[in-house]
C-alpha cells in the first residue's frame, strides 16, 4: 500500500519542498513516516574542539555577543600575529587554513569578514542558523564532535587529546539542545527520532563522532579488544550513536582514505611514521611534502594511482564488530579502500547496514582518488539497505545525465551531478545531504557575481582554452534565487572576488556594486564607500553616479555639473538601461561606450531574480545573505540551496529522495537497532576467520578454525574467541 508523504509547514517560501514523497511498504500506526531531509554530518560544537581555540565564535547565546570580531583569535586583520598566548606556528597556520596572509574579521554586527562559503576558521552554526534551517525542511541532524591534536597544539589551545574533545563536545551539545526544546532534541534511539520529527515536529539530533584516534589509540597494539568494548560501551552510555572508525590519519583500526598530501604530515606527527601506498586505478598520487629537515619516503617506486595498503586491522574488525552490537551507524567516510571493503564484507555478513555520510563519488569525479565511492561499493551499501549523504561541496564535476549542465563548478550545479548519480544508484531512496559544515571544508559557491563558478580557478596548470571557457561559465547561469525582500548589504566586500581582472574588468565590478546599491535603497549620496586609502573618490563617485541613474525617473533629475566630468554621462547610460532604452546618437561617446557595459551585468543582475515563489531573505546585523552571491555562507542557507537545486533543473519528484531522507535514516538505524539484537554469536564468524588468516596464518572456513585449536563442534564463536584470545 503505496502512501503520499505530505510535506509539514515550510515559513521560508520558496517552492523547491512542495512535492512531498510516496512511501511504498506497508506502514504499521507506530512507524508512520517523517517528512524532512537529513543532514548526516554537521559540527555545531567544533568551536570546542582543535584545542578550543582554532575556530571563532560560539553557536549559541545573543548573536550580538557570540559572533563578535575575530581579531581576539586571530589578530589584526586576521594575521594570527599578537594572539595572546599564540606563537608564529599558530599564526602561520591560521593563515594557511583560512587561504591566504590575513582575512577580514568583521563579525556582528558588519558580518563583511565573515561567515562566507570559503571560510574555514569561524563559526557557522549559530542556533539562529540551525532554526532557520529547520524552518527550511531540516527535521534530523547529526552532529558528530570533530578533533585534531595537531591543530589544536599548533593553535596555541588547549592541547586536548581526542578522547577530551569528544566528552567536552558532546556536554556542549547536550547543553546546547537543551535550552531550545522548543525545536530541537536529542534522539537516543530510532523511536525517539520518530516521535520527535512525527509528534512533535521538531529536529531531532543525533550525536556522533569523527576523530583521528579513538579512545585516543594511535596503533593497533595500544588496546585489547576488552578496552575498545569498554570505551564503545560508555560513548553509547553517553548517547553517541554514529560513530567513525576511522578519520584523517591511520588508527588502531584501520587506514584512511589518500586524497591530500597534508594527511602525509598529520600521519607523520601523530604517529611518527609516513603512510604507505600500493597502486591502483586513481589519479591521486602522494607527492613531496616539506617538513623541515625531515626525510620524506621515495613514492617513485609505487606506479600508478596511490590508495593506502591498510585496511582494516584485527582490532578495526573487533571494534566494527561491536559497534554492531550496539546498533550504532557506521560511518565508511575516510576509510582506505581496503578498510570500506573490509567493513562490508562484515556488513554482509551481518545483513548490517552502512552509511557514507557525505562521500563524493568516484564515476561523477574529474580527478579520482580514495576518498571517493567506487560504484561497487555502492550497490554493496545498496543491497544491506545503507544511506550515502551526498557531500556539500563537490568541487568541479562531470555532468552526469542531460538533466542540469555543470558549467558552474562548486555550486548548486556540482551537488546536484553527484545527487542524480547517488538516487539513482540507489534506486531513489536512502539519500542525504552531509554539509561537513565547521568541518575545516569550503562550502558550496554561488553561481553570480565575483566568485560565480568559484572551483574552475582552483586548478593548476589549466590551460587557455580552459580560461576562455570560464567566461563562458559565468555567463551561462540563469534563474537564480527569488527572494521576497531585497538585498540591503551593498559594501565593497561583497564584490571582491576570484573573478575579478579575469572575467570582470574593474569598471564591471564596480557596476555590480552600483546595482547592489541601487537594490538595497540607499540613498548613494550619503552612501557608505571605503577609505580613500583603499579606493579613489573616482571610483566611488562613480559607483554613486550610476547608482544614481537607476534612481532617476526621468532626464530631468541626472546631474550635470558645471565643471562637466563624466557624472552626467555614467547617469545618464544607467538610466537609459533601467528605462529599457539605447543611447541616441547626440549622446555623447562615453553614453554609448559604457550603455553596453552596464547592460551586460544588469542583465547578469536580473537573472538572479528566479522564477521561483520568492523565499524570505535571511538578515544578521548589517548583512543580508543571498544564495546567488553568497553561496553557502552559513548553515542557515540550506533551504536557499536547495531552492537553487529546484532552479538549476531538479524536478520535485527528484528532490522526493531528499525530503525522505530523515525517515531513511531512521529506518536504517531501526534495522540496526534489530540486527543489534541477535545473539553474539551471530556476530563473529567472519571476524575470527580474519584474525586467525591475518594474525596466525590459518585458511578455512569458520569448522576449519574451530578444529585447528581443539574447540568442540557444539562450542560456538564465545569458545573460539576465548581460545583465540590466548594466542594473539
Known sequence: MSVHVEPRNVPLGGDYWQGGYDHAEPIPSSREPVWGFADLHAHPMSHLGFGGRLIWGQPDGPIDQVLGWCTPAHGPGGTGLFVTGSNPLGAALTAFIEGGIGHLVGGYPEFDGWPRFTTMIHQRMHIDWIRRAYDGGL????????????????????????????????????????????????????????????????????????????????????????????????????????????????????????????????NWALRGEFLSPRSADVDYRLGSLVLGDIRIPDYSHVPGGHVNMLGLTARGNAAVQEMMQLGMVIDTDHMSWDAVDDTLELAEANDYPLVAGHTAFRDTAPHRDEYQRRPDQIDRMNRLGGMVAVGLHQGEIRTYGNRVPSDAPGSTKSWA?????????????????????????????????????????????????????????????????????????????????????????????????????????????????????????????????????????????????????????????????????????????????????????????????????????????????????????????????????????????????????????????????????????????????KIARERLGINGGFSVVRDVFGVPQIAGVQSLRARLRQLV
Not at 548517547?239 to 598530501?261: E, K, M, Q, S, T
Not at 551561462?476 to 531585497?486: C, D, H
Open 417 to 689: 551531478q553527484a545527487y542524480l548519480y547517488a538516487i539513482e544508484h540507489m534506486g531513489r531512496e536512502r539519500v542525504g545531504i552531509g554539509t561537513d559544515i565547521n568541518g575545516l571544508e569550503g562550502k558550496a559557491a554561488p553561481r553570480f557575481g565575483l566568485n560565480a563558478c568559484y572551483d574552475i580557478h582552483k586548478q593548476d596548470g589549466e590551460s587557455e582554452q580552459r580560461r576562455q571557457s570560464r567566461s563562458g561559465y559565468v555567463y551561462a547561469q540563469t534563474n537564480g534565487v527569488r527572494y521576497s525582500q531585497p538585498i540591503k548589504d551593498y559594501r565593497a566586500y561583497r564584490f571582491e572576488g576570484v573573478l575579478y581582472d579575469d572575467v570582470y574588468n574593474m569598471e564591471e565590478r564596480d557596476i555590480w556594486e552600483a546595482i547592489a546599491l541601487f537594490s538595497s535603497g540607499a540613498d548613494p549620496n550619503s552612501a557608505e564607500s571605503p577609505p580613500v586609502t583603499v579606493r579613489d573618490p573616482w571610483r566611488s563617485g562613480k559607483i554613486k553616479n550610476i547608482a544614481k541613474g537607476f534612481r532617476a525617473t526621468s532626464r530631468n533629475q541626472l546631474e550635470n555639473p558645471f565643471l562637466g566630468g563624466n557624472t552626467f554621462n555614467e547617469q545618464l547610460a544607467a538610466y537609459l538601461v533601467h528605462q529599457g532604452q539605447y543611447p541616441s546618437a547626440s549622446d555623447s561617446a562615453e553614453v554609448k561606450r559604457i550603455h553596453p557595459v552596464i547592460k551586460r551585468i544588469w542583465e547578469r543582475w536580473q537573472t538572479m531574480q528566479g522564477s521561483n515563489t520568492p523565499l524570505i531573505r535571511n538578515y544578521a546585523g548589517r548583512r543580508d545573505f543571498d544564495i546567488n552571491l553568497d553561496g553557502v555562507a552559513h548553515y542557515g542557507l540550506l533551504p536557499d540551496f536547495l531552492q537553487d537545486l529546484k532552479n538549476v533543473g531538479l524536478t520535485n519528484e527528484d528532490l522526493a529522495p531528499l525530503f525522505r531522507s530523515a525517515e531513511d535514516y531512521i529506518q536504517l538505524w531501526e534495522k540496526c537497532e534489530r540486527l543489534s539484537e541477535r545473539e553474539p554469536d551471530s556476530w563473529s564468524e567472519l571476524g575470527l576467520r
Open 139 to 266: 527535521r534530523l541532524m547529526v552532529a558528530h564532535a570533530v578533533n585534531n591534536e595537531l591543530l589544536a597544539a599548533a593553535s596555541g589551545g588547549q592541547n586536548y587529546d581526542d578522547r577530551t574533545a569528544v566528552e567536552t563536545q558532546i556536554r556542549g551539545m547536550k547543553d546546547m539542545v537543551s535550552r531550545h526544546t522548543d525545536f530541537m532534541e536529542i534522539a537516543y534511539s530510532p523511536s525517539d527520532a520518530r516521535r520527535i520529527i512525527g509528534q512533535a515536529n521538531k529536529l531531532a539530533v543525533v550525536l556522533g563522532v569523527e576523530v583521528d584516534s579513538l579512545g585516543n589509540w594511535e596503533r593497533e597494539t595500544d588496546a585489547s579488544d576488552e578496552q575498545v568494548r569498554e570505551y564503545l560501551h560508555h560513548l553509547y552510555q553517553i548517547g553517541v550513536r554514529h560513530i567513525f572508525p576511522i578519520h584523517l590519519a591511520n588508527n588502531a583500526f584501520g587506514g584512511i582514505a589518500l586524497y591530500n598530501d597534508l594527511f602525509n604530515g598529520l
